[in-house]
T-cell receptor, first 114, second 113 residues
Framework: AQTVTQSQPEMSVQEAETVTLSCTYD???????LFWYKQPPSRQMILVIR??????QNATENRFSVNFQKAAKSFSLKISDSQLGDAAMYFC???????????FGTGTSLTVIP | DAGVIQSPRHEVTEMGQEVTLRCKPI?????LFWYRQTMMRGLELLIY????????DSGMPEDRFSAKMPNASFSTLKIQPSEPRDSAVYFC???????????FGQGTRLTVV
């Protein structure tokens, strides 16, 4: 069964600094998709970034980038130049190309310190 | 597109009452998901549909919960009778294809007193 593990329940970062959130997953599939979602206090789930497993190049969206290590089944999120608005719960998610549902991690609560 | 629309945003009901949560997915999306989020259990998948057909309802807690998708633009999640332990935020999400991300609604915060 597919599982997604986020081992850091809470993280904090100084404003303007860089922080990395960890995510590992377990799967026997070779073709799949990985996502990071952000959930601010408003509770809206917002897609931050996605990665296709067949792509070797790490995805980047402005200040957000991932470090995708397929062999290690690791998918970390790096937030550069952290801003107060980045404070939120971050969820890692997995979806197999052969499957239909998403598997979510338990989330990492990020605090940004002014 | 207005995104995934859920109603109501908040619902407070008394134990034993029937509760119906509503969801309008993004037009053209093939998949619709219902999730429940609590502090204790995190984000749980309750049920999902593909082309209006329920595919996996193994996450539905018990027979008190039921979900329908009568057409491509509307789904309901019903709890009858409701219990205090059903208090949670319920999310609806839709996805265009199997390889695309899920777009979430703003959720319904349900409180059963």
């Amino acid at each position: 069964a597919q599982t997604v593990t986020q081992s850091q329940p809470e993280m904090s970062v100084q404003e303007a600094e860089t922080v990395t959130l960890s995510c590992t997953y377990d799967t026997s599939e070779s073709d799949y998709y990985l996502f990071w979602y952000k959930q601010p206090p408003s509770r809206q789930m917002i897609l931050v970034i996605r990665q296709e497993a067949y792509k070797q190049q790490n995805a980047t969206e402005n200040r957000f980038s991932v470090n995708f290590q397929k062999a290690a089944k690791s998918f970390s999120l790096k937030i550069s130049d952290s801003q107060l608005g980045d404070a939120a719960m971050y969820f890692c998610a997995y979806r197999a190309n052969t499957g239909n549902q998403f598997y979510f991690g338990t989330g990492t609560s990020l605090t940004v310190i002014p | 597109d207005a995104g995934v629309i859920q109603s109501p945003r908040h619902e407070v009901t008394e134990m034993g009452q029937e509760v119906t949560l509503r969801c309008k997915p993004i037009s053209g999306h093939d998949y619709l998901f219902w999730y429940r989020q609590t502090m204790m259990r995190g984000l749980e998948l309750l049920i999902y549909f593909n082309n209006n057909v329920p595919i996996d309802d193994s996450g539905m807690p018990e027979d008190r919960f039921s979900a329908k998708m009568p057409n491509a633009s509307f789904s309901t999640l019903k709890i009858q009778p409701s219990e205090p332990r059903d208090s949670a935020v319920y999310f609806c999400a839709s996805s265009l294809r199997v390889w695309t991300e899920a777009f979430f609604g703003q959720g319904t915060r349900l409180t059963v007193v």
